[in-house]
């Protein structure tokens, strides 16, 4: 039994035109990659693929969420996330998956396996850096916001008009406004 065979398309059966196939992605999916960054996932894939007489294009979109710790405070969130991705499907005399949006089959072959776009597509839609919306718009009450407000230093600007100016630095000035 084939890993994610439920993500492999046999296109050789398909006829020359459109053909949409949806996918419902949740932690499953990614246990099977080991890739544990997500609490919790609910995507909706949607792939059209247009099958030509010598090559396919499929046009791969994804929409939905993913519970992710917030990089501030370790907070749980749902990230929102959406991203599309074109490939095209190219026959030739070997495999090649040089390029990031032409893939060749070899002659012969039957059926393509589309989880490991799909994969890829998600893990790159999902910003680099996430920020739970309570830490941006200052609603979120979280113990690691008040301990680092607590730490935070306070005043600085305060602190820096209240000094005293080295009366030397008031000689050197005189020296500007004399010109």
Sequence with gaps: ????KEYTIQFV???VGKHHFDYQIDNKFFEHFEYEEFNDVKIDTHLDLEKKSTLMELHFAVEGTVNVNCDV?????DQDIKGHFDLVVKFGEEYNDEYEDILILPHGEYELNVA???YELIILSVPAKRVHPGVLDGTLQSDVLKKLEELSPKGEK???TS?????RWNTLKK???DK
């Design 1 to 4: 039994m084939k890993p994610l």
């Design 13 to 15: 059966g398909l006829k």
């Design 73 to 77: 405070t370790n907070e749980p969130f």
């Design 116 to 118: 490991q776009y799909i």
């Design 158 to 160: 305060e602190h820096k």
């Design 163 to 167: 000094e005293e100016i080295d009366p």
């Design 175 to 177: 020296l500007l406004t």
